[in-house]
């Protein structure tokens, strides 16, 4: 029998609570993101030279990046900017969302959630850093010199900019196929055994991945795939590890 003071009202306490604290962590984190965009911004137009010196390195003698639009080089830096907050901001984000989901979850849980948490976010760094130190330079080397002879190379800084953070986030998350392989594995969704089975179809995919993901070449397709189907492989890695771990505890509580 229900107690008589267990009203609507008293059913509701909970969710509001809950609502509050996520816009709490919701403001949190964008503050963060605007402290970091704020102490950033003075640094705006290295931020944007720093980005665009793998193609600028490149460049024909007499060649240069261009401006075609009135406002672009004031937005490119600012987009850029805003764009290089919300990345070094991503930790900070995460642990807000961590904190507003942890309560809730086990302690085994907890442990598990934590190492990939930390992991996802090294890892997109980890693409990114990869795209602009590895990538870059090839696929800007075979741009500039693939071009008609009579044709002066003149990038537009906007087009430029769209262009490399759709690499960056392409990479970022292609980084990640270690986590998602693992957790497909930890969960009981599949086995080591039925990916490793799927290996022909997963090197198709990550072609395809990187023909929708990245420019129609061969050269920047071929270095997103590569890449991918090896994290795959370390993810299977990883799911081994993780299963023998789980089998050898179960002895371990039979005994």
């Known amino acids: 029998m229900s107690n008589p003071g267990d009203g609507p009202e008293q059913h509701q306490a909970p969710l509001i609570e809950h609502l509050i604290e996520l816009r709490s962590r919701l403001l949190r984190a964008v503050v963060a993101v605007l402290v970091i965009f704020l102490g950033l911004y003075a640094f705006a137009n290295d931020i944007y030279l720093f980005v665009a010196q793998p193609l600028m390195a490149l460049l024909p003698e007499g060649s240069q990046m261009i401006a075609t639009e009135v406002a672009s080089p004031f937005l490119a830096p600012f987009k850029l900017t805003l764009v290089a907050a919300v990345f070094i901001a991503v930790p900070y984000v995460l642990h807000q969302a961590w904190a507003f989901v942890a309560p809730g979850l086990y302690d085994n849980e907890k442990a598990l959630a934590i190492p990939i948490l930390a ?3 090294l890892l997109f760094y980890a693409g990114a850093a990869f795209a602009y130190y590895a990538v870059f330079p090839l696929l800007f080397e075979f741009f500039t010199q693939t071009g008609p002879e009579n044709v002066t190379v003149m990038t537009d800084i906007n087009a430029y900019l769209n262009f ?5 986030f392409a990479f970022g998350m292609a980084f990640e196929i270690p986590i998602a392989t693992f957790l497909l594995i930890a969960s009981g969704a599949t086995t080591v055994e039925s990916l490793s089975k799927k290996r022909p179809y ?8 990187g023909m929708l993901l990245t420019p129609p070449d061969v050269i920047s397709q071929s270095l997103l795939a590569i890449p991918m189907y090896l994290l795959y492989e370390v993810g299977l890695l990883f799911g081994r590890l ?3 771990k789980k089998e050898r505890r179960e002895v371990e509580d039979d005994s």
């Open 164 to 168: 490399v953070l759709k690499l960056f």
């Open 119 to 121: 992991s996802s976010v």
């Open 202 to 209: 997963v090197v198709l995919g990550c072609f395809v991945v």
């Open 242 to 244: 993780a299963r023998r």
